[in-house]
């Protein structure tokens, strides 16, 4: 019964959240190791912004992610809040983890006043995760938060693949250190497929330590 967000009221939201602390909405989720007969190892965790729980404290009855573009729009407000929790947290931040990041982010001077600020040992347990809509649409710009990225001492993922797309990507030119695929239940039926041996073969390729499945 939520209402689409309209753009006075994605002006309101982002002002409210220049005022906002975001450490009551950021969630984390563990990325696992896995392999047959091996209990899962936790590798490093994953923290985002919950946006049910963020449309709930500060619009509530309001879809935030209806319009897609005025949610992109947000996305970036949400990159620079979440790296003054990062900055903030610094020192406290002890175990890897990883946060998506908008590219254009990453090349502003908020990032660039973010990776001053913060100590080379968090900046070595950090995964900066790219959407691929966002690498895709400006390749050139891609390229160069990739290599700022790493010279950094960052990594770098890849989010938002599936099965039918993850067989085309090659992670080894795309110089990245990991790929995230969504999983789908249409994979179980797909076993015996020639889009299954793709997508097993894409993996063994890339190596499978660097896929991850969601």
Known sequence: DRKPMSPAQLGKLEEALQHTDLANLIRNQPVCAYSHGIPPKTIFH?????????????????????????????????????????????????????????????LSPEFHRFDQNISSNLRGRLVIEFQKMDVFSDMGAYLFARDYLHDRGYRVCLDGLTHLTLPYMDRDRLGLDMMKMYWSPELVSLQNSDTFTRLRENVGAGGPTRIILR
């Open 46 to 106: 994953e923290l985002y912004v919950s946006i049910a729980e963020l449309e709930e404290a500060l619009i509530p009855g309001i879809q935030i992610s209806s319009n897609r573009w005025l949610f992109q729009y947000l996305t970036l407000t949400l990159d620079r809040r979440m790296l003054a929790h990062l900055e903030r947290e610094n020192q406290n931040l002890e175990r890897a983890f990883s946060v998506n990041l908008n590219i254009a982010t990453v």
